[in-house]
Antibody, heavy 121, light 107 residues
Framework: EVQLVDSGGGLVQPGGSLRLSCAAS????????MSWVRQAPGKGLEWVST??????YYADSVRGRFTISRDNSKNTLYLQMNSLRAEDTAIYYC????????????????WGPGTLVTVSS | DIQMTQSPSTLSASIGDRVTITCRAS??????LAWFQQKPGRAPKLLIY???TLESGVPSRFSGSGSGTEFTLAISSLQPDDFATYYC?????????FGQGTKVEIK
């Protein structure tokens, strides 16, 4: 069974840093593009970042502050978040999928349960 | 960025009703559209991808249609488990963008 388990969220002050993790199991992690999507309290879904074999992609709102990475030997996806702002407060979900290759595009088919990041003084 | 506009924002319906939700893209996304269902406190759940392909395990009362810029999610006979918020998403290009959501409520 495919499983994604997000962790690392918490309360952080504005300007602070946090690293989120997403532990994957039940599939060949290294074969898949992975993404992060967030949801502010009571709001809709917002794509944050995707990592592919050929590179990384970021939403304008986080570019230069957030870094997505992965460790295929540990089946784990990461999101390093620096210079955090109040507007980064959200539940962060890792998701499997993303990108377009050889004429086909890939959607986020499996999601973790999410981890809550609260940026507040 | 491609803007995704969903309508209605809220929908009140009864058990057994047929309901439809519309999603409009600001430019063509071919068929690269997905629909998700989200319940309070839970992660989104994939229902449909590539406009009309039902994800494994999703009941056949859900269906999707459209192409280009106009898309529809239909539920043929609303069941108690279907009361939730639904989102469309384009994945044809980055940044991925989502509709603002449609909350399906009990009438």
């Amino acid at each position: 069974e495919v499983q994604l388990v997000d962790s690392g969220g918490g309360l952080v002050q504005p300007g602070g840093s946090l690293r989120l993790s997403c532990a994957a199991s039940g599939f060949t992690f290294s074969f898949h593009v992975m993404s992060w999507v967030r949801q502010a309290p009571g709001k809709g879904l917002e794509w944050v970042s995707t990592i592919t074999d050929s590179g990384t992609y970021y939403a304008d709102s986080v570019r230069g502050r957030f870094t997505i990475s992965r460790d295929n030997s540990k089946n784990t996806l990461y999101l390093q978040m620096n210079s955090l702002r109040a507007e980064d407060t959200a539940i962060y979900y890792c998701a499997r999928g993303g990108g377009c290759f050889s004429g086909s595009c890939f959607y986020p088919d499996k999601w973790g349960p999410g981890t809550l990041v609260t940026v507040s003084s | 960025d491609i803007q995704m506009t969903q309508s209605p924002s809220t929908l009140s319906a009864s058990i057994g009703d047929r309901v439809t939700i519309t999603c409009r893209a600001s430019q063509s996304i071919s068929s690269w559209l997905a629909w998700f269902q989200q319940k309070p406190g839970r992660a989104p759940k994939l229902l449909i991808y590539k406009t009309s392909t039902l994800e494994s395990g999703v009941p056949s009362r859900f269906s999707g249609s459209g192409s280009g810029t106009e898309f529809t999610l239909a539920i043929s006979s609303l069941q108690p488990d279907d009361f939730a918020t639904y989102y469309c998403q384009q994945y044809s290009t980055f940044p991925w963008t989502f509709g603002q959501g449609t909350k399906v409520e009990i009438k």
